[in-house]
């Protein structure tokens, strides 16, 4: 199958290192459905200084398709600051891609992309893409389609809801800001908007998913990490990998013991991402 991961790409700075990774939701989901076996592709705005090249050299040595996503001059690479705290990185904050003249900017979806995108099984985006006007144009494309909502209040609002999940099938949300009132409230507000299948990842607590109106609990294969970068949207990845080639989105209703099968295989594949440098490798001083 193919997948491809659409909008945001970025450097985490590890600034008690001096070392800068490639990373971003979008980019991380690409190089994760790689990992897992699957046809890969990003697009993106790639912006042509030593940060973007830095993300392009390395999904192109992972194997990553770039075709339609060039580096481009007169942007600027959005670069995020952390720590890393016994193995548990900690972000300090990004500077989004402004620099003098040139600043990042969010990818906007044109007629000649709609064709591009006919051609993969599964279309990834999220909040951090800033593209939520933009997932509405996904509407008629066959593929399946997730999204990343992560953790902020900002990215679950009503409005915000509105403006996605009548157009994605997999939901994924972050219980880091959340209380299980919360949780309830945010996945029946998804599937009110139509949005087939709802993650909620918690850390070390594990996640719960709604499906076909039931609730099923996953699972967390605990490891000593050496880097939490990347944990989450590996999960997430290797999950929806699981679920698509076990049929969903094909017209095939997904049994307890595939979901939970799906499950293992997230939680198998996140415990080897912790055990990598920055989300996928590719460490560089800066």
Not at 74 to 100: I, M, N, Q, S, W
Not at 176 to 196: C, F, N, W
Request: proline share 2%; hydrophobic share 40%; charged share 25%.
């Amino acid at each position: 199958m193919k997948f491809i991961g659409i909008g945001d790409n970025v450097v985490d700075r590890y600034i008690n290192k001096r070392i800068m990774f490639p990373g971003g939701n979008a980019v991380n989901f690409a190089v994760y459905a790689k990992q897992c076996g699957e046809d890969a592709a990003y697009l993106g705005l790639i912006a042509d200084d030593k940060e973007g090249r830095l993300v392009h050299e390395s999904l192109r040595k992972l194997g990553v398709d770039l075709s339609a996503s060039p580096l481009r001059e007169k942007l600027a690479t959005e670069r995020c600051d952390v720590t890393l705290e016994e193995g548990d990185r900690v972000f300090v904050g990004c500077d989004y891609g402004k620099r003098g003249e040139f600043a990042w900017k969010p990818l906007t979806l044109t007629e000649a992309h709609i064709p591009y995108l006919r051609n993969f099984d599964v279309i990834h985006c999220g909040c951090y893409a800033a593209m939520e006007d933009e997932i509405s144009k996904l509407k008629e494309l066959a593929a399946v389609k997730t999204y990343d909502f992560s953790s902020e209040e900002e990215y679950r609002t009503d409005a915000y809801l509105q403006k996605v999940c009548p157009y994605i099938d997999i939901a994924l949300f972050s219980a880091a800001e959340m209380d299980d009132r919360q949780q309830q409230a945010v996945r029946e507000k998804a599937a009110s908007l139509g949005t087939k299948m709802v993650l909620v990842t918690d850390g070390i607590k594990g996640q719960k998913l709604w499906y076909d109106g039931k609730e099923y609990q996953g699972m967390v294969k605990k490891v000593e990490p050496v880097d939490t970068m990347g944990a989450g949207d590996s999960f997430f990845t290797a999950f929806v990998v699981a679920v698509v080639r076990a049929g969903f989105g094909r017209g095939k209703a997904l049994t307890a013991e595939k979901i939970q099968a799906a499950f293992a295989y997230a939680a198998d594949f996140s415990a080897k991402t912790c055990q990598v440098e920055g989300a996928f490798g590719f460490g560089t001083q800066y």
